[in-house]
């Protein structure tokens, strides 16, 4: 998964989590999209902007390992 794919799924499990919020679900979906998008996070080919956020994941730069 290349880092463009990664920035499409993690907004794509974003817009979820926040249509989620805006009603009565199971927390178990949120959880799950949450992990997902940390998993994503971990094989992110990562790219940080001027501000030191990753292009593709939104990690902060200084929590890159």
Do not use: W, Y
């Not at 290349?2 to 927390?27: S, W």
């Not at 998993?39 to 200084?62: A, V, Y």
Request: proline share 3%.
């Amino acid at each position: 998964m290349n880092g463009q794919q990664i920035r499409e799924r993690i907004d794509l499990n974003n817009k979820k989590i926040q249509a989620a919020l805006n009603k009565f679900v199971l927390t178990d979906e949120i959880n799950q999209l949450v992990k997902e998008n940390a998993e994503l996070r971990i094989i992110c080919p990562h790219s940080f902007n001027d501000q030191g956020f990753c292009i593709f994941c939104d990690t902060p730069e200084e929590f890159d390992e």
